[in-house]
T-cell receptor
Framework: GIQVEQSPPDLILQEGANSTLRCNFS?????LQWFHQNPWGQLINLFY???GTKQNGRLSATTVATERYSLLYISSSQTTDSGVYFC????????????FGKGTHLIIQP | DAGVIQSPRHEVTEMGQEVTLRCKPI?????LFWYRQTMMRGLELLIY????????DSGMPEDRFSAKMPNASFSTLKIQPSEPRDSAVYFC??????????FGSGTRLTVV
């Protein structure tokens, strides 16, 4: 099956810093989503981004499908950004199950 | 919109007992997914439904696991008999085709 690799696995930053999280995948996809799992375990959808660039407040994401990677940018980090960020991919255009990466564990220190 | 609703939030059961997890997807969403999360294996897709029809159950670990979706507003995941290695957080998610997933809050299952 398709492989999803996320980097870095762990990241510790001070409040106010910027960060870039990367997701590489091993095959062509037409479904890619980013999620944030907060310290209470809730999974929140950040972006549905099979290609192109999207922005939502301090977060933005870019997927370059032809080169099989996606990037999640977090600017001006806040302590509430702490948690695990997952990239997940699929090949069914939104009507299929997703394969998740192992995640990037982000800690924002005050 | 109340989001995806899962019940119970926590379940502790003895080995060998039957466990039933429940999920109510968002109204209008036509796909429903069951995932399991463990420290060792991360988030794994168990099964998903499109328009109430099971499409891919290749992730269901054993015959002890079964899932149903009798209508557009309800799905169950059943484990019978349960074993300690089934302990995990089970998530349900739904989406409208071409859209992002919305996850429920999960059911934390502990089998002792």
């Amino acid at each position: 099956g398709i492989q999803v690799e996320q980097s870095p696995p762990d990241l510790i930053l001070q409040e106010g810093a910027n960060s870039t999280l990367r997701c590489n995948f091993s095959d062509s996809v037409n479904n890619l989503q980013w999620f944030h799992q907060n310290p209470w375990g809730q999974l929140i959808n950040l972006f549905y981004i099979p290609s192109g660039t999207k922005q939502n407040g301090r977060l933005s994401a870019t997927t370059v499908a032809t080169e099989r990677y996606s990037l999640l940018y977090i600017s001006s980090s806040q302590t509430t950004d702490s948690g695990v960020y997952f990239c997940a991919v699929g090949t069914g255009g939104g009507a299929d199950g997703l394969t998740f990466g192992k995640g990037t564990h982000l800690i924002i220190q005050p | 919109d109340a989001g995806v609703i899962q019940s119970p939030r926590h379940e502790v059961t003895e080995m060998g007992q039957e466990v039933t997890l429940r999920c109510k997807p968002i109204s209008g969403h036509n796909s429903l997914f069951w995932y399991r999360q463990t420290m060792m294996r991360g988030l794994e897709l168990l099964i998903y439904f499109n328009n109430n029809v099971p499409i891919d159950d290749s992730g269901m670990p054993e015959d002890r696991f079964s899932a149903k979706m009798p209508n557009a507003s309800f799905s169950t995941l059943k484990i019978q008999p349960s074993e300690p290695r089934d302990s995990a957080v089970y998530f349900c998610a739904s989406n409208r085709q071409g859209g992002g997933y919305t996850f429920g809050s999960g059911t934390r299952l502990t089998v002792v």
